[in-house]
């Protein structure tokens, strides 16, 4: 009962902020894609992205509704990504699934992508989409999950790919390597990345604690990070480590930044329809990273 009404209230949060976004007649129209699809019940199908690339799915496997509802709009950081972009950044899109993120990304003047993606059915229409996109000289993707030790586990494939995590000894799935964010990231020779984005389905904490030898040292200037309760210690920690964390106001150019890191503090005062915590390095900050945006205290 209480699962179902999480899913219930996640669902009314995510209409809501998207009519705030989107306004009402786009999100009737996206709606109506929703209904169409439905009945149609297409093998495959696609959606173009606001921010230009087509994504292409299995259906249902892999169908993004809030996606089809109402494009992705509904996610700022793609527009403060774009305020702040410098020619030639290096990126990471942990949790790649069918490359939203990646296929953004690579719209960025002269970006390099490094994408990771256990699932091999996500990975083989996230190739498909890097082709039909043109991005694949600027994305190298890496089919192994990362977490806080390293060897093999089993990967389990859901019924909603973007759903699937690692699993215990019993599970079924595919056997997939394991790593360390710092581990991988030293062995592929990124001394720096400019954008770490990390979406794996609430095992966000195991990633960063697998990470954070590599954040301790600064070597990545903003973090693009899923919202989640069990996270919400390690913003504190990364906070520690010399991060501010922010959402970002698009009408406003603006980034309101956060300084307490309970929940109500994070989850309940977002200034703006957001999934994903912005977090920044300070020395990036005093660059001049954001010198193009307002900053506020939330």
């Given at each position: ?107 960025l003047p002269g970006a390099t992508i490094h994408a990771f993606e256990p699932s091999s059915l996500n990975i083989a229409t996230l190739r498909q989409n ?119 106001h698009p009408e406003e150019r603006t980034l309101y930044e956060v300084t307490a890191f309970d929940q109500q503090a994070v989850l309940d005062h977002r ?28």
């Amino acid at each position: 009962m209480k699962a179902n009404f999480g899913r219930l209230k996640s669902g009314l949060d995510k209409l809501r902020w998207g009519v705030r976004v989107v306004g009402a007649k786009a999100t009737i129209r996206g709606t109506a894609r929703m209904i169409a699809i439905s009945l149609r019940r297409p093998k495959r199908s696609e959606i173009r992205l606001r921010s230009g690339p087509v994504l292409e799915f299995d259906y249902p496997r892999q169908f993004p509704p809030t996606l089809m509802m109402f494009g992705d709009l509904i996610d700022p950081e793609f527009a403060f990504l774009r305020e702040v972009a410098r020619a030639g950044w290096v990126m990471a899109d942990i949790g790649a699934a069918i490359g939203q993120f990646t296929l953004f990304a690579a719209t960025l003047p002269g970006a390099t992508i490094h994408a990771f993606e256990p699932s091999s059915l996500n990975i083989a229409t996230l190739r498909q989409n890097l082709v039909r996109n043109s991005a694949t000289t600027a994305v190298t993707l890496h089919q192994i999950a990362l977490s806080n030790s390293e060897g093999e586990a089993i990967f389990e494939t859901t019924e909603r790919t973007w759903m699937s995590r690692l699993g215990g000894a019993n599970s079924e799935g595919e056997v997939v390597a394991v790593r360390t964010l710092t581990g991988e990231f030293e062995r592929l020779g990124l001394e720096h990345v400019a954008v770490l984005k990390i979406n794996v389905a609430g095992f966000e904490p195991t990633v960063l604690a697998g990470g954070e030898a590599y954040l301790a040292k600064g070597k990545a200037d903003i973090l693009i990070l899923l919202l989640g309760l069990e996270s919400l210690p390690w913003y504190g920690r990364l906070a520690s480590l010399g991060y501010r964390f922010f959402y970002y106001h698009p009408e406003e150019r603006t980034l309101y930044e956060v300084t307490a890191f309970d929940q109500q503090a994070v989850l309940d005062h977002r200034p703006w329809p957001a999934r994903h915590i912005i977090g920044i390095r300070g020395g990036a900050i005093e660059d001049g990273i954001v010198a193009a945006l307002a900053i506020r205290q939330l």
